[in-house]
């Protein structure tokens, strides 16, 4: 049984910074993808940012150049450093694993931007 363990979240102020971590545990094949999604209210989940196994990344063209994906593959582990965090980056954030066609996801981050 795969489970995900987010930790990070929290309130900061407008041009601020966070760092998210989310540490997964259990039977992970090595070649997956980790990342982050998020969801504010009164709308759909979106894609932050994601990297895979080899290194490869994807970011959310709001955050590129503001978020940085990074992981630790022998600790399973993945993180998101925000900076120039905006109002707009309010939500919840949830860690994602996919491996193959397997989604696993953690039970969310509430970020709040605000002054």
């Known amino acids: 049984q795969v489970q995900l363990v987010e930790s990070g979240g929290g309130l900061v102020q407008p041009v601020g910074s966070l760092r998210l971590s989310c540490a997964a545990s259990g039977s992970i094949f090595r070649f997956n993808t980790m990342g982050w999604y998020r969801q504010a209210p009164g709308k759909q989940r979106e894609l932050v940012a994601i990297m895979a196994s080899g290194g490869t990344t994807n970011y959310a063209p709001s955050v590129k150049c503001r978020f940085t994906i990074s992981r630790d593959n022998a600790k399973n582990t993945v993180f998101m450093q925000m900076n120039s965090l905006k109002p707009e980056d309010t939500a919840v954030y949830y860690c994602?694993?996919?491996?193959?066609?397997?989604?696993?996801w953690g039970q969310g981050t509430q970020v709040t931007v605000s002054s």
């Open positions: 994602n694993l996919k491996i193959v066609a397997q989604d696993y």
